[in-house]
């Protein structure tokens, strides 16, 4: 058996606390920077939860929390008004690995202009408002009053800033990488994980509506400076982030609105995800190709081939698109590579993904049963994918859920109807709980649901005034990663 | 209802009133899109198109040439009012471009157009804007038309264009929206049709305008 620092932790921190603080109505110090909740008659609800840090970008708030699950209470905040952003709209998140989380933990915040759907996308008014930007922060918990604080402005150290998914490399690129994506510039950057982050890889994504062709290609820094023009809304194609539907809105017609790059946890190699045109292009990471790209429709081929190779840029052809898809990304174990297809077919296409030739990836099966009024929107894992997890997502009046797919049968096995307007999945660092965000279309009910993973039942919600869009459970190791937001968004 | 329940019945919805205070953000920015297709069961209940509905798959063919250009869907002018866009291109051989202002590259080409149709005298040229704007914060759904017919101005301001300029709403999630109806995925998109109403040419995207196109 083995037995975790973070296990070792969440026992005797609470053994310690409790000797500390000595009689029943001992009152903790004002400013300990862990609560001691065990004297409290919420405790015995929450104390499972002791060691589970959860990071909570507030989308319309400006801030970022981290959450002591166990109290629970709020560790700390940070509003990206003091990083001079004139309304902030905090987006997306990943957390790097930390064996003590209440001590210190390094996390990646993306950011968006307000220009964006939910909003007012295009009024002359919002045109200035707001920036793109991507941030390393840092959690400091290890004096009398925590804190979070800003420690590089990586779109500022790398000349490009984007504002939608981030995930961590896992695997044979654990340690290594950063990947930040945006679908109103259809742009990928890899970075390594310094505090000064440097630039290893980027890409730009163009449709051709022409030729029905999608060109892939590397771009590059200025040699001069080092660093790309595309700071701010440099190189924006739209004024606004596609919201679900959207795909079918007439926009720039090179527009493919790339959402993210997931990382496998076993091989080097990476996912693009491209919402439009429905498919992932697999990135080899070692040598940074784009190696293949699948369209993950129903119906369609498992991939589309590549046409030519022009230099930096890879031209695949893709003559008929039967479905956008929204998020894709692997299993915990990196079996299976599964793909969130929706508007005009709601399934989720399941690719074994073992073999370290993408082009081989077939497609084996496909989670169906999800009607036109709901989408397969995002993904969580668990550490043993025993189970994968999915929000579908519903416009209004429905309210969407989270539901549960055995990988064994491929079928939905539970679901949830958590709150409106539900966004992302993560879980726990036992692999017991999942963990899921819902944020009232940006301005309604939010809050945070803990459902056990097992038994199905929903075991907490918390309020939150933060209309989150996206959340994090701080992993515990680098093997943690893989059922963090990495392999999967 | 929150509580888990298995597979087999639809989760729970809670009670619509629960939806209804005010527009929702989301169906506000969806809604914003629609408002002269309010009647469309696609906009109002939440249901999404199957690729049948909207042309076979995402990119569908839509107009080409030889096809008569369809004009029985809404436009108002820069100042809001709607539009009989037959009239306005009754007996002319026009060059109807669509734009939206939510893509830069959409806006540029206006110009350019408007300078390649200075040597193209028989021509006329209109600027359609095939979106609304959203309004959940400046008024909601009532303020769709006179928002965009605003934004509309501004962009003709500031791109200093000549040409009249109308809003086109569109719902793109029904089946009947008008960039379904089109084909219209990309814009910039262009149709010069004949003094009888047939499309000649298409131009998707923008162009590499020259003397002769037009």
Redesign the interface.
């Known amino acids: 058996m083995t037995f975790s620092r973070r296990q070792y932790l969440r026992n005797t921190l609470g053994l310690g606390a409790a000797a500390a603080l000595g009689g029943r109505h001992a009152v903790p110090s004002a400013f300990a920077a862990v609560h001691d909740a065990s004297k409290e008659s919420q405790y015995k609800l929450f104390e499972k939860f002791k060691g589970n840090v959860v990071l909570i970008p507030g989308k319309y708030s400006g801030t970022v929390s981290a959450l002591d699950l166990s109290v629970p209470e709020t560790l700390a905040w940070y509003n990206y008004g003091l990083a001079g952003v004139d309304m902030p709209i905090p987006h997306h998140i990943a957390a790097a690995p930390s064996a003590d989380p209440y001590k210190s933990f390094d996390f990646y915040q993306t950011m968006q202009p307000p220009g964006s759907?939910?909003?007012?996308?295009?009024?002359?008014e919002w045109r200035t408002r707001g920036d793109f930007k991507m941030f390393k922060m840092r959690y400091d918990g290890s004096g009398t009053q925590n804190s979070i604080q800003v420690v590089s402005d990586i779109s500022a150290e790398t000349g490009m800033a984007l504002g939608v998914h981030v995930s961590i490399g896992v695997g044979p690129n654990a340690r290594r990488y950063v990947a930040f994506a945006d679908g109103q510039k259809d742009m990928v950057l890899i970075t390594t994980l310094d505090d000064t982050p440097k630039i290893v890889k980027a890409f730009r994504v163009d449709?051709d509506?022409?030729a029905?062709q999608i060109n892939i290609s590397h771009v590059f820094p200025d040699s001069s400076t080092g660093k790309f023009d595309y700071q701010g809304r440099k190189g924006?194609?739209?004024?606004?982030e596609a919201?679900l539907?959207?795909?079918?809105?007439?926009?720039?017609?090179?527009?493919v609105f790339v959402d993210a790059f997931t990382w496998h946890p076993d091989m080097p190699l990476g996912a693009i995800l491209i919402r439009?045109?429905?498919c992932c292009a697999i990135v080899n990471t070692e040598t940074w190709e784009p190696v293949a790209l699948l369209s993950t429709a129903k119906g369609a081929p498992d991939n589309f081939p590549l046409v030519k190779q022009s230099g930096y840029t890879w031209t695949f052809s893709v003559p008929?698109?039967?479905?956008?898809l929204h998020e894709a990304g692997f299993l915990t174990n990196g079996k299976y590579f599964l793909a969130c297809n929706?508007?005009?077919?709601?399934n989720i296409a399941v690719y074994r993904s073992e073999d370290p030739d993408p082009k081989k990836w077939k497609k084996e099966a496909f989670v169906e049963?999800f009607g036109?009024?709901y989408?397969p929107l995002h993904m969580g894992n668990v550490p043993d994918s025993r189970w994968a997890f999915f929000t579908i997502w519903?416009?209004?009046?429905?309210?969407g859920?989270i539901?549960k797919v055995d990988p064994k049968t491929w079928?939905?096995?539970?679901?949830?109807?958590?709150?409106?307007?539900p966004h992302t999945c993560d879980c726990t660092v036992d692999g017991q709980y999942i963990t899921t965000v819902y944020s009232g279309?940006?301005?309604?009910q939010s809050g945070l649901v803990v459902?056990h993973a097992d038994s199905?039942?929903?075991v907490a919600?918390l309020p939150s005034p933060a209309g989150q869009h996206d959340h994090v459970v701080v992993p515990e190791s680098w093997e943690g990663m893989k059922a963090s937001r990495s392999t999967s968004v | 209802?929150?509580?888990?329940?298995?597979?087999g019945a639809m989760?729970?919805?809670?009670p619509?009133a629960r939806?209804l205070?005010g527009i929702?953000?989301?169906?506000a920015?969806?809604m914003a899109?629609t408002l002269a297709t309010l009647a469309s069961a696609d906009s109002s209940?939440?249901?999404?198109?199957?690729?049948d509905q909207?042309g076979?798959?995402?990119?569908p063919t839509g107009i080409k040439q030889g096809d008569a250009f369809p004009t029985d869907f809404k436009i108002y002018d820069d100042t809001g009012q709607a539009t009989d866009l037959a009239q306005v291109i009754k007996d002319k051989r026009t060059l109807v471009t669509?734009f939206?202002?939510?893509?830069?590259?959409?806006i540029s080409e206006l110009k350019k157009i408007q300078d390649t149709a200075k040597a193209a005298r028989d021509t006329q040229v209109i600027f359609v804007n095939?979106?609304t704007?959203?309004?959940?914060?400046?008024g909601g759904q009532s303020k769709a038309i006179s928002?965009?017919a605003?934004?509309v101005r501004?962009i003709r301001q500031e791109e200093k264009l000549e040409h009249a300029m109308f809003v086109a709403p569109?719902d793109?999630?029904s089946p009947t929206g008008l960039?379904?109806r089109l084909g219209?995925?990309?814009?910039?998109?262009s149709y010069l049709v004949d003094k009888n109403g047939k499309v000649e040419r298409v131009f998707?995207?923008?162009q590499a305008w020259k003397q002769g196109d037009l």
């Open positions: 759907p939910y909003v007012n996308e295009n009024s002359p449709y509506p022409v029905r924006m194609k739209t004024s606004h919201m539907g959207e795909e079918l809105m007439p926009a720039d017609p090179t527009a439009r045109q429905g008929s698109v039967l479905t956008p929706n508007v005009l077919q709601n049963g036109n009024k989408l519903a416009r209004k009046p429905n309210n859920y539901c079928q939905m096995v539970a679901k949830w109807d958590t709150g409106p307007d279309n940006q301005g309604g459902i199905d039942e929903i919600r | 209802m929150r509580s888990a329940h298995r597979t989760p729970h919805c809670r619509q939806h205070h929702g953000l989301t169906a920015v969806l899109v209940d939440g249901l999404f198109p199957t690729a909207v076979g798959q995402v990119f669509f939206i202002s939510a893509a830069p590259v959409s095939a979106d704007v959203g309004v959940a914060l400046i928002e965009t605003r934004t501004v569109n793109a999630l960039s379904n219209l995925r990309g814009l910039p998109t998707v995207g923008p």
